[in-house]
């Protein structure tokens, strides 16, 4: 990089000569108009709206340029507002508008229009063409994304990140002149996890969110959010927008570090269950109607007995034995939910509400994060990776953003090309150009094949212990040493494939490791940091980054407060020892065979369910209470990187919903508890976590505390134009109503408030003058491409030791595989529509998920007689024996002897995999 | 690699006569031969090889025989639809890639065409503009968006609807598609007939918008070269029952420039 010296409206700036003229002047604040530069995929000169003026040195003729296409050099005066370059810049919009509708009063992109933004900007305001306007047919792209062809500019902006980055198959541009054509070759849902997107990356209305236009609201009548996103592990920043007390849509929050401008489908589409007919809006408690406050004294008399003497000394395990209340937390609910439950019950009664399975392997996911030396990658540490190695994960279905951020990886990565022939990164053309002749340098080892396997180099399939041994392979041949005992008895095939993989792992400089838990084996996930261990990495850890995909938003929060097994609560209950149960957040029926849930419930005295939703689980509890749901609480939430983000919410809960940790604080009040009784705010939960568990002191730090103040002022999280405030509730009361009040951040529900940016934990919306697109957030970052102003937010609270301690023994190999001749071995499968409880209550999502199958290989398939989509009589040996009766569907990449198994799907038992399973051919031939 | 026929019939005189001989045979420092070509209504229509700096006054009048009887030359497109007009009075120009692009014009193909009298500037212009319409791949806006609307705007007052102020729309347009300011060649070579038209032929087109009509229209068919004739035959009327705009095959249209309509 080289810096030179520059002027910009004659103001003279040393601007780094590796950027573009446009990056550059948005990135100090300059307005350049522009369309097919996108931040996240570079230029691509199409449009030709950023044209400025560029002088070199003393000449005063200058020529019209594309900031876009153009490197800074030294001397070079960049006259934007040159009469040359407006002049033309309003001929481009004069042009894109020639067959531009004009329909903004009923497009859904009215009000925050990139094109409408750009219009005025420029100064284009009467219309000379007075021609025909060309007009097309629009398709219908499945339940998540309109179509309305007639909008668009032929930026080409859909095609090169539908394409291009997210590695869509059924997308396209038809045609030629001002006949470019975008979609798909017919009616259908995109099949992209990644489509929504499009919304954000269309610059005009061409593409919107369907589920947004079932309950449409313009962006300056919403009222939004800083979220995170609930449902999956990666804890992507989210914007949610609510109107009249109904979640209306979810777009993107830049964060640099996770998930950048991007969300996948799940996160911007299931938003559904805070609005559903599953919402939990009022206690119940069998038919007797209590009111809320009612219930919670009584509930409250309850534990009182139930606690007994145990008020005296609160923590010290009582010496009486006599039957106790036990809480069940919840990987769901928030960090501080978990923790007053915890305090509530005591540490030895608080039981993390895992699977028994995925409970050990978290336990020991955290361990190995914790003992690193590996670091967790951030994005951008994957981003600056020359290797990505991923094991046992199918990212597509189980960490969606991973996929996503590891296919812009793999497209952007610098190459020994790029730097010897000077591509500028930010030009896509000449970076497309390259990748296409350069070879992969992902390389993936999972159970069968995923979406992600086209753009590796290679990939192996194997049942989970194989894949252990495979990666313990390639431990031991970069360090013939490290292991003990190097697994033996991989075929020659297998050898020669660990020997590829070797080979590019020993060139790489920067690799990251990407495991987890879905594949449900311990041994792999050993093997996975054992690579990462003996793969280089930048000091001080020196070794590899090692990221471990966990299923749930707060998984690994909830881990890291600790707490017991999920079967020794079973086995408590079942024993007489437990009196009230309380549950949060939390369908047991998903977490263990649904005959322990059923006998626990019936011997864990009273059943109190704290949850937003209706499950099995709040269906046999003696009491519910109405928890807030993840956009109506805020509330912090640990990452899969262990980066703990405060989730703000888009909506006041109505009463009496109320977030969680507030019940049990009632709860604890009712029962004379001195538990809870100074948490006035989320503040004060986090003020005596910090107490209680230093380690865990930073998640405070995740948002400014709720006593900030800016100007004297809290940030409003409704916009200066948002309408019909004294209005909207008169069908309720013509009286105007205070704006609920908000305890628990620095944000108000009204339109009052601090108008300057906020804080980047607090940005609820993008919008700055001249700008109301999401193209906004270009003035809320550092520079373009991030990080935002004041640091992208999250505080990670797990870092490699600063002092690595003794390496962990490297684990030994287990035995290979081999399918038992009348047994099979079931593994999960994972979707991203269908294995996740809460996307599952939005009906578009719903619609997208499998129905329950089983999937066989080939030669499986064949030798158990079964044909694709006949219904196959199962026994499954897991923790308990489940016949089950599922059709057939055949995976070529499936090793013989494995059979995999959807999981999390609804209306199906829980699956405890991976499990032997036999074909159950006795109950086939009755 | 070479994979143009005009290149490949170079090599074997070069191999045959050797390089320094070859090159010895153009009249400039350019060298060589080249394939030149002449169409339009002269009383030889054909290509010759001739030494590369041929004048363009020589080939015209000397390989084609000059004008057919009642045709006046009024401009010559040098070589293709995308090389701006070389006016008749300029036609001593030599014909090399560097005299032609000093004078302002650009060697192109080397296959003239020859706009005589009978030929409608606005027509030739809206056929040429429309076709690189037409072939306009959509990448970028200058040339996707400002064709097409050059395309009505041309169409107008070729067929009478023509208003003073789209002069002012064309030569905005012309200037939108400059070198520097599209993606590729195409909208500027689009255009480079059209800006020296407007030049040499501003009065016609301004008379289409006086008069609200295309004069050339009303003068009937022309038998064109296969006529025994000759010449304009008499009598009048449109020229064909196309009711597509612009100019019909049979009123100067050129051949292989199929007019579409672009909406």
Known sequence: MATVAITIEGVPHEVDDRRNLLDICLSLGYDVPYFCWHPAMGSIGACRQCAVKLFWDDDQQGEIVMSCLTRPRAGNRVAISDPEALRFRAAVIELLMTSHPHDCPVCDEGGEC???????????????????????????????????????????????????????????????????????????????????????????????????????????????????????????????????????????????????????????????????????????????GLSASELVRGLGARLESALGERRVAVGARPRVARPRPVGIGSPRASLEANFALKRLVGDDRFFLGLADGEHTLVERAVALLRAGPSPTPSLRDIEAADLVIVLGEDLTNTAPMLDLSVRRWARLRPTADEERLGIARWNDAGIGMVKKEEPSALWIAATQAGKLDEIAAETFHGAPDDLARFTLALVAALDPKALRRPPKGLNAGAARTVARFAAALRAAERPVVISGVSSGSLPLLEASAALARALPGAPPAGAAPLALVVPEVNTLGLMLLGGERLSEAFRLAVAGDVEVTLVIENDLYRRAPAAQVTAFLRACGTAIVVDHVTTATTAAAAAVLPAASWAETTGTFVSHEGRAQRSIPALAPPRPVQPTWRWLSALAAAARLPVGQDWLTLDDVLDELARERPDLAPAALAAPPADARFVAMKIPRQPTRYSGRTAMHADVSVFDAAPPDDRDTPMSFSMEGYREQPPAALIARYQAPRWNSVQALNKFQEEIGGPLRGGDPGVRLIEPPAAPGPPPPVPTAPPAFRPASDRLLAVPLHHIYGSEELSMLSPPVAGRAPEPYLALSPGDAARWGGREGAPLPVLLHGAEKLHLSLPLRIVASLPEGVAGLPVGLPRQPFLDLPAELEIDHESRHV | MINNVESLCCVAPIVRLGAERWRSLGLTDEGGTRMYGVSGRARRTGAWELPVGTPMRELIERHAGGMREGFALRAVMPGGASTPLVPADAIDVIMDFDHMKQAGYGLGTGTALLIDDSVCPVGLCLNLVRFFAQESCGWCTPCWAGLPWMVGVLADIEEGRGRPEHLDLLAEQMWFMGEQMCFCDLAPSATKALGTALKLFRGEFERHIEEGRCSYRERGPITGAGSAAGGRPAGSGTATGDRRPGPGPAAGGLPGLAPDRVR
């Not at chain 1, 007009?135 to 080409?156: A, K, S």
């Not at chain 1, 990140?161 to 030629?176: C, E, K, R, S, T």
């Not at chain 1, 017919?186 to 269309?202: H, I, K, M, P, Q």
């Open chain 1, 114 to 288: 990139h094109l409408q933004d750009m219009t005025v900007m420029t100064g284009h305001v009467y219309r000379r063409y007075a021609f025909d306007k060309r007009t097309f047919e629009n398709y219908d792209l499945g339940p998540f994304v309109t179509h309305e062809m007639n909008r668009c500019i032929q930026c080409y902006r859909c095609l090169r990140f539908y394409v291009d980055y997210a590695g869509g198959h059924d997308f396209a541009a038809f045609g030629l002149r001002n006949e470019v054509y975008f979609g798909r070759l017919r009616d259908g849902a995109l099949d992209s996890e990644f489509s929504g997107n499009l919304v954000e990356v269309c610059p005009v209305g061409v593409f919107d969110d369907k589920t947004f236009a079932a309950h449409y609201t313009r962006k300056w009548d919403l009222q939004t959010g800083p979220t995170v996103c609930p449902f999956c592990g990666r804890g992507c920043n989210t914007i949610a927008g609510a109107r009249y007390g109904e979640l209306r849509r979810v777009l993107n929050r830049f964060n640099g570090d996770v998930n950048g401008y991007f969300l996948c489908d799940r996160g911007r589409f299931a938003y559904e269950s805070v609005n559903g007919p599953e919402r939990v809006r009022r206690p119940l408690v069998g038919l007797s």
